[in-house]
């Protein structure tokens, strides 16, 4: 079942009523959080976080391979 869209209902300049589509909200987020986490993780020790992300790719490919 795919996820209803989310409709935002604002009232514009004129006092008429429109419907406004919101994408992906959910997915933004997510993407936001993420990237968020992975800038602070680097800052803190990029090379380090760099072998993990290395570690975890490769366990990713090996999985897919078997």
Not at 3 to 30: A, F, M, Q, Y
Not at 39 to 57: A, C, W
Request: negative net charge; without cysteine.
């Amino acid at each position: 079942m795919p996820k209803p869209e989310e409709v935002l209902i604002v009232e514009d300049e004129n006092g008429e009523i429109i419907r406004e589509v919101i994408k992906d909200t959910d997915s933004i987020i997510l993407y936001k959080s993420m990237r968020q986490t992975l800038i602070y993780l680097t800052n803190l020790d990029h090379h380090d976080t760099q072998q993990i992300m290395l570690e975890k790719l490769t366990n990713q490919v090996y999985w897919r391979r078997t």
